[in-house]
């Protein structure tokens, strides 16, 4: 016997051309999933880049990496891996029907994903003051490989699409913190915001893989 | 651009169901506003039919220009901008969306029995995404222009002072619409069929469309970063593709065929979709090998992606890369090679009918062959050399993109026709459009390949005497192909105001969109569809549901 | 038939040994593809005629393939394209692997012309002169965009790219002149970026190559340092084209009859020009001097006022020696014969 609940939900949310709440549960996950793999290859076509220049020129971006502040890459990694581990949270509670953590946890994602992007504009700061930039904007006097420009094309190609994501991510997630406490969801239907955590899962595992290219080379 | 299509409130026949897609709502924003896949795929037809008819045009203008041998009537820079906005239109805002977008949209849900695609707003705003990347880059093209050829080849492209970016722009943003399109189909493929309908019972232009699908998804987002590279590189100049800064253009190659070479079956694919079906219901005859097409879709569809090095054979790339390529795209021709016979086979034994589209069949198989084998010529790393970059190249993919895909389009448009619009256009002068068609096509092209033997190569704008006269026969061709294009235009605005109206299932078709009214209802079915047959079984008659809005449909017109 | 079938094709005569070897594979896949595009059409056509439908409502046997047809239909096409795989990539192999002991050109394309250059000795823009039944392998690169270095009758292609060095070799089998066209599009002139290749007879070829080694000064393609600029000239003619070249005059005007930017220097002195402004004036010693100095003042018809001025640039005695030089580009006169533009016939009639 379906819940009053779940009927409820498909009153709700059902589209009039799905047959039930799963399968268009279902359509939506795979399409969330599809869209990510195009994510992942639009990166893909970055990767593909930096590993044919690292390849090519293995000094410069050792010495490229030397110019990285670790410490405060490290920092936003965490950061950002803790937000990650909110929305997760948020979806749970949206799951058990606790509406108030969920607004809560999807709040600390939201502060996180700022924190990051102000990090990383100190980054850039940083590097603008030392003329650590890209190509032929490339001032800086302590560079000696002259293919360091390179790298910095990489860095601010591949970190410059990633902010533009994390932008993206933290659109979502505000959309979707005032959808939670408007109290759309509801432990039969929350799609959305489960759509909404995998987007900003894949926004966090493409810093996992920028952070060791970019800083850790050596 | 996308003015209502065929509204049928002024049809004087008058004679559509009065619950047709087409009279359900007859206001412009009851389109521009609709979530019904079968009105995004119309809006999509007319703009698609807009973009071929504009990319006609440049190419007109630019086989005139190559009547003479000097410079005539236009500039090099004008010459230069006309193929590019000949490419471009052609390749991204025509053959790619062509018969996904259009026939796949209308189609895909009626044949899997499904109410509509899995996401119908994101397949409107598609649509919107389409228009407003197309639009964009062709104001960037009139106003700013771009001379770099479809192509866009570094360092030429980042280096050029004309103004490059609303092009690229353009192109990636319609790249957006073509992956929403694709995740639309593959997972409307993957959630929405009927009851009863399993994998090994769909139709074959479904399994064309999913294989397309694929490839849009996950070639179509390596174009867009690269075109964001370019686009970052000729506004800055940070020096990717520049090899005085360490950067190499060939990376820029690579990445742009490892699109662009699958994009060629995102082209192909959905129209052996259309030529699967449609020589099905010409023969009334199970295909010869379903399961061997459907495969072999999906086989292109892999294949496909590990094929890219041939465009590269004479650009720099290692002895080892070229052999590699070369094979694999030997392979790639096999897939090719197994739908052709298994079509050919499907013909065997069965109950074959001179209809326009089947004239279009044959077009098909013969230039898909041929444009196929000289494809095959190319892939022979030794032949590649001297063809390379020639008018050769241009006939083997015109032969494959306007000589195959054109052809498929022009049979799903005849085949489909009754079913979209509801009307019937003249056989007669179908037949008579098609074999100009066809003829024109072969003295256009067929001079080119000669033109790339004799040496010519390709972007010209001024050419050496000796090339004249197969050029000059090559622009009669092409007058000739315009022609027909021409006749094909009248025909069906006639059959659309004044056409008669069509029973449901005027081919006899066993095909499962032909299950429900033509044109189908808004919800495409009155009652949730039953699939209890294979939609290629012709042992039995076909099966036309009886409709409670329309009991009797008067048949057996002449023709 | 070798000879039949390449006029049927309309491909130009084959000149390299690579052209004969690519055109026998060329032949029998083309010849393949005919007949199999015209069997499966005429297959197609066949069932039609056979197979048309008698009456409506018709019904058909369900006829289903099988694994034999379908790994005919697999392994038949698939033989024959690994096979063509199989001796394209031999040849391939012969085309990129130059011989020991080939002799080197350079070849440095820009927009829109083709330079050649041969260790220590001459360089030419537009024509290439090479022996006949010798190797030659091209070290080819460009100075801005990609081009591609093609010549139709030795079925020899490869981009020349920007950054790098991309190499390729022949070995011409025929005398005689062969256009060299850019395959790549490179912009606003790729069309009229054409060049030609000469190929003569060893032995002419040598004496060729010493008369252009006595006397001349090394002039390598670019300008030369001041280090390498020798301070004894010959004579006139041969420090006037020195000077050329180091005042960089080559980057715009030809001296083998090709058009460029500016008028070409082949037969220039004692022509009689159109001016833009509608006169004609007679290039002499005094015109010659005139336009260097100040060139905006009395423009050929057709071109662009964009020469610097050589005022103040240029001693007297330099100046000179320069039209001294341009006196001395005669077509009649000078050994190495420089083309007067394409003599090439068109395939069929050859």
Same mark, same amino acid.
């Given at each position: 016997m379906r819940s009053e609940a779940a009927v409820r939900a498909d009153e709700l949310h059902?589209?009039?051309?799905?047959?039930?709440l799963e399968r268009q549960t279902d359509a939506a996950r795979l399409g969330m999933w599809l869209f990510l793999a195009t994510e992942l290859l639009l990166f893909g076509g970055l990767f593909c880049a930096y590993s044919y220049y690292r390849w090519m020129f293995p000094d410069a971006w050792a010495e490229g990496s030397h110019h990285m502040s670790v410490g405060l890459g490290t920092i936003n990694t965490f950061i950002l891996l803790g937000s990650s581990f909110t929305v997760a949270m948020s979806i749970h509670f949206a799951r058990v029907a606790k509406p108030k953590l969920t607004v809560l946890m999807l709040a600390i994602s939201i502060v996180c994903g700022l924190a990051f992007m102000g990090l990383k504009g100190v980054e850039y700061a940083d590097h603008f003051k030392h003329g650590l930039l890209p190509g032929k904007y490339?001032?800086?006097?302590?560079?000696?490989?002259?293919?360091v420009g390179m790298f910095f094309v990489l860095y601010y190609l591949t970190t410059g699409l990633h902010a533009i994501h994390v932008i993206a991510g933290l659109t979502v997630l505000s959309v979707m913190m005032v959808k939670a406490h408007r109290g759309v969801f509801t432990p039969e239907y929350y799609t959305p915001l489960d759509m909404g955590g995998l987007y900003w899962h894949l926004v966090d595992i493409i810093w996992i893989f920028l952070y060791p290219l970019l800083y850790l080379v050596v | 651009m996308s003015q209502p299509a065929p509204s049928s409130a002024q049809h004087p026949s008058g004679a559509h169901h009065a619950d047709s897609y087409l009279t359900d709502g007859t206001t412009v924003m009851s389109w521009l506003n609709t979530r019904d896949h079968k009105r995004v795929g119309v809006m999509f037809l007319i703009c698609v039919i807009a973009m071929l008819f504009m990319g006609g045009v440049f190419a007109m203008l630019i086989r005139l220009k190559l009547?003479?041998?000097?410079? $005539?009537?236009?500039d090099a820079l004008t010459y230069n901008r006309l193929f590019t906005l000949h490419g471009v239109v052609m390749v991204?805002?025509?053959?790619?969306? $062509?018969?996904?977008?259009a026939f796949g949209n209308f189609l895909v849900p009626l044949m899997i029995g499904a109410?509509?695609?899995?996401?119908p707003r994101l397949n409107l705003l598609s649509l919107y995404i389409y228009l407003a990347g197309a639009g964009l880059a062709l104001w960037g093209m009139i106003?700013?222009?771009?001379?770099?050829?479809?192509?866009?080849?570094?360092p030429y492209s980042t280096t050029s002072? &004309?103004?490059l970016f609303p092009v690229l722009l353009g192109v990636f943003i319609v790249g957006f619409s073509s992956i929403v399109t694709g995740i639309n189909f593959i997972v409307t493929i993957h959630t929405m069929?009927?009851?009863?309908?399993t994998w090994w019972k769909m139709p074959l232009f479904v399994w064309g469309i999913y294989g397309t699908s694929i490839i849009q998804v996950l070639a179509t987002p390596v174009l867009g970063i690269l075109l964001l590279s370019i686009a970052v590189e000729h506004a800055?100049?940070?020096?990717?593709?520049d090899p005085a800064r360490g950067g190499d253009p060939l990376l820029m190659q690579h990445l742009f065929w490892f699109y662009s070479h699958p994009a060629v079956y995102i082209m192909i694919l959905p129209g052996m979709g259309v030529i699967s079906e449609t020589v099905c219901a010409s023969a009334h005859k199970n295909p010869f090998g379903y399961r061997a097409i459907a495969y072999s879709s999906i086989g292109i569809a892999f294949?496909?992606?590990?094929?890219?090095?041939h465009h590269m054979f004479? $650009?720099?790339?290692s002895t080892f890369s070229n052999g590699l390529f070369a094979v694999l795209s030997m392979f790639v021709g096999i897939f090719t090679a197994i739908k052709t016979f298994n079509w050919v086979g499907t013909l065997y034994k069965g109950a074959i009918a001179f209809k326009t589209f089947f004239a279009y069949i044959c077009g098909f198989l013969y230039f898909l062959v041929f444009g196929g084998m000289t494809g095959i010529a190319l892939a022979t790393v030794s032949l590649d050399v001297h063809w390379h970059d020639t008018y050769f190249v241009v006939a083997h993919f015109h032969f494959i993109m306007v000589g195959a895909a054109l052809m498929a389009f022009l049979a799903a448009l005849h085949y489909w026709w009754p079913k979209m619009f509801g009307s019937r256009y003249h056989e007669g002068w179908g037949l008579v459009a098609a074999v100009l068609i066809m003829l024109g096509f072969n003295a256009t092209f067929i001079p080119q390949f000669l033109l790339g033997n004799n040496g010519m190569p390709r972007r010209y704008y001024t050419y050496p005497e000796h090339f004249r006269a197969l050029n000059v026969a090559s622009t009669a061709g092409a007058s000739l192909l315009a022609f027909g294009f021409i006749i094909i235009a009248v025909y069906l605005a006639v059959a659309l105001r004044y056409g008669r109206r069509t029973e449901q299932n005027p081919w006899g078709s066993?095909?499962? &969109?032909?299950?429900?009214?033509s044109p189908p209802p808004t919800h495409n079915?009155? &009652?949730?569809?039953?699939?209890? &047959?294979?939609?290629?079984?012709?042992?039995?008659p076909p099966l036309t549901q009886p409709s409670a809005a329309h009991p009797e449909v008067e048949v057996g017109h002449a023709v | 038939m070798n000879e039949f079938l390449r006029r049927m094709l309309f491909?130009?005569? /084959?000149?390299?040994s690579y052209a004969t070897l690519v055109d026998h594979l060329h032949f029998f896949v083309i010849l393949t593809t005919l007949v199999m595009s015209t069997a499966v059409g005429m297959t197609a056509i066949f069932f039609f005629v056979r197979y048309?439908?008698?009456?409506?409502g018709q019904r058909t046997p369900h006829v289903e393939t099988s694994k034999v047809a379908e790994a005919l239909f697999i392994f038949v096409p698939l033989a024959f394209f690994l096979l063509w795989f199989a001796i394209g990539f031999r040849d391939y192999v012969y085309l990129s692997t130059p011989p020991p002991g080939s002799m080197d050109v350079y070849v440095m394309g820009k927009q829109w012309m083709w330079k050649f250059a041969y260790p220590e000795g001459p360089s030419s823009a537009g024509v290439l002169r090479v022996p006949m039944g010798r190797p030659v392998r091209l070290l080819m690169t460009s100075r801005d965009v990609i081009h591609s270095f093609y010549v139709p009758a030795f079925r020899l292609k490869k981009d020349v790219l920007p950054g790098r060095y991309t190499e390729i070799w022949f070995e011409a089998t025929k005398e005689g002149r062969y256009e060299v066209l850019c395959a790549?599009?490179?912009?606003?002139?790729h069309s009229v970026m054409r060049a030609e290749v000469v190929v003569m007879r060893p032995a002419e070829f040598d004496e060729w190559m010493r008369d252009q080694k006595r006397?001349? =000064?090394?002039? /390598?393609?670019?300008e030369p340092t001041r280090l390498e600029r =020798? /301070?004894?000239?010959?004579n006139m003619v041969s420090q006037g084209r020195v000077l050329s070249a180091s005042q960089g005059c080559f980057k715009c005007h030809t001296i083998d009859g090709a058009q460029h930017v500016g008028p070409t220097?082949?037969?220039?002195?004692g022509k009689r020009e159109r001016l833009a402004s509608g006169q004609e004036i007679l290039a002499d010693e005094a015109y010659l001097t005139e336009s260097m100095m100040d060139p905006g003042a009395k423009m050929v018809a057709g071109?662009?006022?964009v020469m610097p001025s050589y005022q103040g640039r240029l001693a007297a005695p330099e100046v000179a020696a320069i039209v001294e030089y341009i006196k001395s580009l005669r077509s009649e006169s000078v050994?190495?014969?420089?083309?007067?533009g394409p003599l090439y016939e068109p395939a069929r009639t050859q």
């Open positions: 059902l589209a009039h051309h799905f047959s039930s490339l001032t800086s006097p302590d560079v000696h490989e002259p293919a | 009547l003479f041998p000097g410079a $005539a009537f236009i991204f805002f025509f053959l790619i969306p $062509a018969i996904p977008s109410r509509d695609v899995a996401f106003h700013g222009a771009a001379d770099t050829g479809w192509t866009f080849y570094a002072p &004309e103004k069929r009927a009851p009863g309908l800055l100049g940070w020096g990717l593709f294949v496909g992606f590990f094929t890219w090095g004479v $650009a720099g790339q066993k095909g499962f &969109e032909w299950l429900t009214d079915f009155h &009652e949730d569809p039953q699939y209890p &047959e294979d939609p290629h079984d012709y042992r039995t | 491909l130009p005569p /084959q000149a390299s048309r439908r008698r009456h409506e790549e599009y490179c912009g606003a002139g006397g001349l =000064p090394v002039v /390598q393609d670019g =020798p /301070q004894v000239y010959s220097w082949l037969d220039l002195y071109y662009q006022n050994a190495n014969a420089p083309s007067k």
